[in-house]
């Protein structure tokens, strides 16, 4: 007999279920698509779309668009949902700032998004690095609006600040999950330092007049509860959040926190 259909009866495991149709990676290739590529290869540029695995940047490249990874391809932590990997980070790359830049302005892009690994190796966490991509991409793309996507510089109020000074549209930092899971999923975060990172940049942005939105995202499919996802809500409003975004999580390997 079978066992709930994952168990033959040789006791041989069978193939998980197919993905639905709507949930599979898209078609990859095409001339917009081997640009893109061919852009990030030359430039030397990371990508998450790549670093992470995301199954729609097969779709995003065919459109001429690519979320940036500052600062490396490997990551000062573990965390178990995603593909990134961590261990030894590289030396900062001082002429990446320019590089993307660069980049935007050779796709043309009017709104360029922009993340990194986390690097706390680095004193200001590479909040440096982030202020000057952001005053390129606008010296060479006039006109262009930024999103970052940041880290939580290990809860330091300065590097934060350095960010903001730097005047992103928008302000993104990911609180990605419940804060039950935090302990299985980002054993390096706390979710009370990343709800503080987002009232504060709202309080920054608000007492300079409100230009910057500030923004988070969390994912579906880790092992959390629907009431637990609305508490999250409430509290990431109670922080100042303007905007938020929830995304279903695809495990990247068998090695990564299951689909739940």
């Given at each position: 007999m079978k066992?709930?259909?994952l168990i033959t009866?040789?006791?041989k495991a069978t193939p998980p279920p197919r993905k639905p149709s709507w949930l599979r990676m898209?078609?990859?290739g095409g001339e917009n698509y081997n640009?893109?590529?061919r852009l990030l290869r030359t430039s030397s540029l990371n990508t998450v779309c790549e670093s992470a695995n995301c199954p729609n940047r097969g779709e995003c490249f065919d459109n001429r668009t690519a979320t940036f990874m500052l600062m490396g391809d490997v990551c000062t932590r573990?965390?178990?949902f995603c593909n990134i990997p961590g261990g030894t980070v590289a030396e900062l790359d001082a002429d990446e700032p320019r590089r993307v830049a660069e980049a935007v302005r050779t796709l043309e892009?009017?709104?360029a998004v922009v993340t990194s690994v986390n690097r706390d190796d680095l004193p200001d966490g590479g909040a440096e690095h982030f202020a000057r991509t952001i005053r390129?991409?606008?010296e060479f793309n006039p006109g262009c609006g930024v999103e970052v996507l940041i880290p939580d510089f290990m809860g330091d109020e300065p590097s934060l600040e350095i960010v903001l000074e730097a005047a992103p549209e928008v302000l993104n930092h990911n609180l990605e999950t419940v804060p039950r899971l935090y302990p299985r999923l980002r054993t390096s975060a706390d979710y009370h330092r990343s709800l503080e990172l987002l009232q504060r940049s709202r309080r920054w942005a608000d007492a300079r007049g409100g230009d910057i939105r500030v923004k988070t995202g969390i994912m579906l499919g880790v092992g959390e509860t629907r009431d637990e996802v609305v508490d999250l809500m409430r509290d990431?409003?109670?922080h100042g959040t303007q905007i938020m975004t929830i995304g279903q999580y695809l495990q990247p390997s068998k090695r990564h926190h299951p689909v739940i």
């Open positions: 066992n709930d259909g009866d040789l006791g898209k078609r990859q640009d893109v590529k573990h965390c178990t892009l009017k709104f390129l991409i606008r990431a409003v109670e």
